[in-house]
């Protein structure tokens, strides 16, 4: 999972996660990473409109997001 958040990071790309915290909620968030650590990683948060701190192990799902261009016909 590190990998990968790295990768993002590299990307500079718009993740969607689902994360767990520490008190069992999960919750899905889409962010953009900013910097990783070894545990941690910093990001800023469209959900909460903020850069916030999430541990990598707590990260249940890492997936990209894509953005498609409507057509008007």
Known sequence: ???TILN???TKQVFEMIYMK???EISKRRVKV???S???FQA???LRGTK???KINNVLAFVPVFYKERTVI
């Open 1 to 3: 999972m590190r990998i």
């Open 8 to 10: 993002s990071m590299k």
């Open 22 to 24: 520490n008190n069992g």
């Open 34 to 36: 900013l910097s990783v």
């Open 38 to 40: 070894k545990e941690t």
């Open 44 to 46: 800023y948060c469209f």
């Open 52 to 54: 916030r701190i999430f």
